[in-house]
């Protein structure tokens, strides 16, 4: 069965940094379009950032622009979500997300805590 995994999340201090990645597992995403959606406690879930599925094009929720950075590794099969000068507003659940056409796959999640 196709997977995503998320992995990179944890607890971190305002300001600090964390990087996330995305793998898959059962299959290949080559021509899949990449990103991350968040989803905070009590919220909806949101979009954060999407990569074409050759890299060429990355797009970011504005509340993230200039932070966040996406980028992939197309011979490891890898999307990276570096977040920089994080905010207690980004503490959310982060999940991986492939896309192609009306073709979604989700990763599991991965939690991401920013302290004040």
């Known amino acids: 069965q196709a997977q995503l995994v998320g992995s990179g999340g944890g607890l971190v201090q305002a300001g600090g940094s964390l990087r996330l990645s995305c793998a898959p597992s059962g299959r290949t995403f080559s021509y899949y379009h990449m990103g991350w959606f968040r989803q905070a406690p009590g919220k909806e879930r949101e979009f954060v950032a999407a990569?074409?599925?050759?890299?060429?094009?990355?797009s970011y929720a504005d509340s993230v622009k200039g932070r966040f950075t996406l980028s992939r590794d197309n011979a490891k099969n890898t999307v990276y979500l570096q977040m920089n000068s994080l905010k207690p507003e980004d503490t959310a659940v982060y999940y991986c997300?492939?896309?192609?056409?009306?073709?979604?796959?989700w990763g599991q999640g991965t939690q991401v805590t920013v302290s004040s």
């Open positions: 997300n492939a896309a192609r056409g009306s073709i979604n796959y």
């Open positions: 990569i074409s599925w050759s890299g060429a094009a990355t």
